[in-house]
């Protein structure tokens, strides 16, 4: 299965020499799922960003079932902000995300009770080594300085989302701030290509973790 930017993004949340999803990785989940939806929409034609803002494109609806509905919630006609698009569905955007990877047999789900009354769920990774990997390839764009004029726009947006929403199963705070002119470049290639997304990811995240944010593992 080739798997959509959603799916790699929600993945690679996951602390492997833990064997689960902690809360401080995944505070900003869903609004990380959504960028990456946006992102794909962009590259391939079903949105517009000129001058910041954004406004659904005319065109087939996508085959994967949440860049469509994520396409749906898109403004027509007149372009407009990226927060609410971003922000407003984040909390319903992780269990979507979540069922496609665990139909594919990705991730596995136990539901249960805490204390025998509040029900919960654990999500687990089948393929850790493969999310590693995954996460490696990104700590490497970032710590070796990777050249951001060369890289796919996939590989740019889990650079740039990871540091932006602080995933810090992937990049520490101490490398996010250590690595600055790095983000630097990467931040500014990417808004070269999708305008106005980027900043609207890190003030709705900024907003969640202000408020206790963070929404299902």
């Known amino acids: 299965m080739r798997q959509t930017l959603p799916q790699r993004l929600y993945l690679i949340c996951y602390t492997v020499d833990k064997g689960k999803f902690q809360l401080d990785s995944t505070q900003g989940r869903g609004q990380l799922l959504r960028a990456g939806a946006m992102t794909e ?9 000129t001058g910041g803002k954004v406004v ?16 749906g919630d898109l403004p027509e006609g007149k372009p407009k902000g ?3 698009y971003v922000h407003n569905k984040a909390h319903t955007a992780e269990a979507p995300v ?3 990877l665990a139909a594919a047999g990705e991730v596995t789900i136990s539901r249960g ?16 080594e493969e999310v590693r990997v995954l996460q490696e390839r990104v700590r490497a764009t970032v ?4 050249d951001p004029a060369s890289m796919s726009l996939e590989d740019l947006a889990m650079a740039v989302f990871v540091a932006e929403v602080e995933v810090v199963c992937v990049l520490s705070r101490a490398e996010i701030g250590a690595h600055k ?12 290509i999708v305008p106005g997304l980027r900043p609207a990811l890190r003030d709705s995240y900024l907003a969640s973790r202000a408020a206790g944010g963070g929404w299902s593992a």
Not at 56 to 71: I, L, Y
């Open 98 to 100: 979540r069922d496609q």
């Open 82 to 84: 990226w927060l609410n």
């Open 41 to 49: 929409l962009a590259r391939d034609g079903l949105l517009d960003a």
């Open 181 to 192: 002119q790095e983000l630097k470049g990467l931040f500014t290639r990417f808004d070269e």
């Open 56 to 71: 659904r494109r005319p065109g087939k609806t996508p085959d994967d079932s949440f860049a469509a509905a994520v396409w």
């Open 113 to 128: 009770g805490l204390m025998g009354l509040i029900p919960s769920e654990r999500v687990t990774v089948v393929h850790p």
């Open 143 to 146: 710590l070796d300085g990777a």
